[in-house]
């Protein structure tokens, strides 16, 4: 089976810092990866994903992924935070053939901007 | 193209009851998941749907149970509530092919039915 950490449940940057919010997976077999963001009241859109293609994965909104085997790591990273950032953040896996796994989604990441 | 919908978006229920929730996925898209979501658990897959069959589910009891009809719509019961049912229910649907597994092709997201149980 496979699983997720994403390690801090609320990250704090400023307006124009670097965003990175990090994801490590666990998978026996080649992973895809997802980021999922939720605002208040909605349900999930995706940031983007890796499906084993190009190990550099560029999103929506200036977002981009990483894919590191090595460190079994794909963090989300924007250069300059924006207000309309402000967001939950979920990192999801899946793998071929998953099963009764679906998708299996971290705890989340609650982005906070401040001015 | 119309997003997922998901009706009702609110509901409230008492212990014992049971309820249906609906959904209702993108035109063309034949894969239907249900995901519940709550502040312990996070977000855990339910099970999904695929030209009206069940093709894969969760770690959750047999009072969850859902099903797909023939225009790719799909219903979530649960029976018997619980307190612990209390949470936001979300579909999602992508346009996944017959051999691909889930999670392959990015899934979009409904807005989601909060049921609260009392």
């Given at each position: 089976a496979q699983s997720v950490t994403q390690l801090g449940s609320h990250v704090s940057v400023s307006e124009g810092a670097l965003v990175l919010l990090r994801c490590n997976y666990s998978s026996s077999v080649p992973p895809y990866l997802f980021w999922y963001v939720q605002y208040p009241n909605q349900g999930l859109q995706l940031l983007l994903k890796y499906?084993?293609?190009?190990t550099l994965v560029k999103g929506i909104n200036g977002f981009e992924a990483e894919f590191k085997k090595s460190e079994t790591s794909f963090h989300l990273t924007k250069p300059s935070a924006h207000m309309s950032d402000a967001a939950e953040y979920f990192c999801a896996v899946s793998v071929s053939g998953?099963?009764?796994?679906g998708l299996t989604f971290g705890k989340g990441t609650h982005l906070i901007i401040q001015p | 193209k119309a997003g997922v919908t998901q009706t009702p978006r609110y509901l409230i229920k008492t212990r014992g009851q049971q309820v249906t929730l609906s959904c209702s996925p993108i035109s063309g898209h034949r894969s239907v998941s249900w995901y519940q979501q709550t502040p312990g658990q996070g977000l855990q897959f339910l099970f999904e749907y695929f030209s009206e069959t069940q093709r894969n589910k969760g770690n959750?009891?047999?009072?969850f149970s859902g099903r797909q009809f023939s225009n790719s719509r799909s219903e979530m019961n649960v029976s018997t509530?619980?307190?612990?049912?209390s949470a936001l229910y979300l579909c999602a649907s992508s346009p996944v092919g017959g051999g691909a597994p889930v999670g392959y092709n990015e899934q979009f997201f409904g807005p989601g039915t909060r049921l609260t149980v009392l």
């Open positions: 499906t084993s293609a190009a998953g099963g009764a796994d | 959750f009891p047999g009072r509530l619980e307190l612990g049912d």
